[in-house]
């Protein structure tokens, strides 16, 4: 084992899930935390590991630059709907909003992060009494989408650092939404 890190194994994950499940129904008061601590462990979300009062683990299930890249991603999504939402209307139809809606990830090839940021979003929704209601969580967008994301991301960043503001202005929403475009496809 490493200078501050846990190792958790398969199994011992499996016995951690288990005891999580069985506080939860011991512990009404803490259930929601004990089901968020259940969850961090059944999924392996290593940034995450802090919260169970352990240290991160070694094995690599979600490491922490994949999570703090899906964090990253759901901000750049949450920045393009607050800024699409204070646009007029005239700038409105100027833009697809397919193109600058968060779809989630594909539940074949990138569970890892489609679980993540189901965590992520069911977290910043605590409370929320109907989680069917609640936007992008358990979004399957059936084809892979971190590349594209990525793309995204990578042009959202620029902005950002040359904007030095989070505020997209509808050119720089246009240009995000292009990045949507696999660059091996003609952008005429």
């Given amino acids: 084992m ?6 958790l194994s398969t ?5 951690l899930s288990n005891q999580y499940k069985i506080l939860e129904k011991l512990y009404d008061n803490e259930a929601i935390d ?4 259940r969850k961090i462990v059944e999924c392996g979300f290593e940034l995450e590991y802090h919260q169970l009062n352990n240290r991160i683990s070694d094995s690599q299930i979600l490491t922490e630059n994949e999570c703090r890249e899906i964090i990253e991603i759901l901000q750049m999504f949450s920045a393009l709907e607050n800024s699409y939402n204070n646009l007029s209307a005239g700038e409105k139809n100027e833009i697809d909003l397919e193109r600058i809606q968060y779809k989630g990830f594909d539940g074949n090839h990138e569970c ?11 977290m910043k929704n ?3 009494e109907n989680t069917d209601e609640i936007p992008g969580l358990h979004y399957n967008s059936h084809i892979p989408m971190i590349s594209v994301y ?16 989070v505020h997209l202005f509808k050119k ?10 696999h660059p091996s496809t003609s952008r005429l």
């Fill in 112 to 122: 890892k992060q489609g679980d993540y940021a189901d965590f992520c979003i069911l």
């Fill in 11 to 15: 199994t011992e994950r499996i016995m």
């Fill in 126 to 128: 605590r409370g929320h």
């Fill in 2 to 7: 490493s200078k501050n890190k846990l190792e």
């Fill in 150 to 165: 990525r793309r995204m991301l990578t042009k959202w960043k620029e902005l950002r650092e040359l904007e030095k503001n």
């Fill in 172 to 181: 720089d929403i246009l240009s995000i939404a292009y990045e949507r475009i």
């Fill in 34 to 37: 004990l089901q968020r601590k």
